[in-house]
């Protein structure tokens, strides 16, 4: 389980190697999880920086569907749980 904050997300959408990361590591079972608030984030950052890039933003949505079935989204009260538990020793 790993989880993401926001701008990994935006390097998810802006550019390949995260994504393909994602996509890898995910095949592989790998869970990728990011707090809620981070994809709102997200959805309000990425429209300037795509416009800074000249990038269009009409595939945003789109891309932001693909997050979500690549990364789950969680509140941060559920992620407070794996918080205090602190590195397992296995």
């Given amino acids: 389980m790993i989880v993401l904050d926001a701008n990994i997300l935006i390097r998810a959408v802006l550019g390949r190697r995260v994504r393909e990361l994602l996509d890898t590591w995910a095949a592989q079972g790998v869970r990728f999880f990011a707090p809620d608030v981070a994809f709102d984030d997200a959805e309000k950052y990425l429209p300037p920086l795509l416009a800074q890039r000249g990038k269009p933003i009409a595939d945003l ?17 559920s992620l407070c749980a794996f918080r205090s538990r602190g590195p397992r020793a296995d």
């Fill in 61 to 77: 949505a789109a891309a932001l569907d693909w997050l979500r079935n690549v990364v789950e989204p969680v509140t941060p009260d």
